[in-house]
T-cell receptor, first 115, second 112 residues
Framework: DQQVKQNSPSLSVQEGRISILNCDYT??????FLWYKKYPAEGPTFLIS?????DKNEDGRFTVFLNKSAKHLSLHIVPSQPGDSAVYFC??????????????FGKGTHLIIQP | GAGVSQSPSNKVTEKGKDVELRCDPI?????LYWYRQSLGQGLEFLIY????????KSGLPSDRFSAERTGGSVSTLTIQRTQQEDSAVYLC??????????FGPGTRLLVL
């Protein structure tokens, strides 16, 4: 039973436009959410996180939105750049940093930025 | 380097052989995690070490899997009598306790 779901395996966006990646979760006990970016043959790189007490967190071109009642979060990238082409993983945890239960990951969304 | 390092980067082995994967966490990070990513799947949490404390092994896929962390730093993940379904990328991450996890590049394991 997947507790973190990314329903779009891939997404294609034109350079300069907004990329919106979505993530749903089922465990209402999750308290901390993260987005990681992964290039081929590399480990995931941390992008941005949000605590359940917030509904928005911004870092440069990246913004994460959290809707706790809908158990949904999204990552917005504006403007999208060619270097943003990668697989994006949504992750959730019961505790900040992961703790003894680690992070629970979605299957990822492959973002392709078209020139 | 300052990041998490893992070795080997690639490992091809025959079914039934034992393999040992190594992780060097970021210096000073007390927490260390192992994950596995099978083809087309997300990362699956395997085991967590906090300092030198004994880990909770309940996330390991089978009793053929074991992990150690010596001196609160380097960790090894051992898979005995490998099976084809063990083929995956094995990722290690470390963090400064309750902070963000930083991942290494992974070990790509192929069991023939």
């Amino acid at each position: 039973d997947q507790q973190v779901k990314q329903n779009s395996p891939s997404l294609s966006v034109q350079e300069g436009r907004i990329s919106i990646l979505n993530c749903d979760y089922t465990n209402s006990m999750f308290d901390y959410f993260l987005w990681y970016k992964k290039y081929p043959a590399e480990g995931p790189t941390f992008l941005i996180s949000i605590s359940s007490i917030k509904d928005k967190n911004e870092d440069g071109r990246f913004t994460v939105f959290l809707n706790k009642s809908a158990k949904h979060l999204s990552l917005h990238i504006v403007p999208s750049q060619p270097g943003d082409s990668a697989v994006y993983f949504c992750a959730a945890s019961l505790y900040s940093g992961g703790g003894a239960d680690g992070l629970t990951f979605g299957k990822g969304t492959h973002l392709i930025i078209q020139p | 380097g300052a990041g998490v390092s893992q070795s080997p980067s690639n490992k091809v082995t025959e079914k039934g052989k034992d393999v040992e994967l190594r992780c060097d966490p970021i210096s000073g990070h007390t927490a260390l995690y192992w994950y596995r990513q099978s083809l087309g799947q997300g990362l699956e949490f395997l085991i967590y070490f906090q300092g030198n404390s004994a880990p909770d092994k309940s996330g390991l896929p089978s009793d053929r899997f074991s992990a150690e962390r010596t001196g609160g730093s380097v960790s090894t993940l051992t898979i005995q009598r490998t099976q084809q379904e063990d083929s995956a990328v094995y990722l290690c991450a470390s963090s400064g306790g309750w902070e963000t996890q930083y991942f290494g590049p992974g070990t790509r394991l192929l069991v023939l």
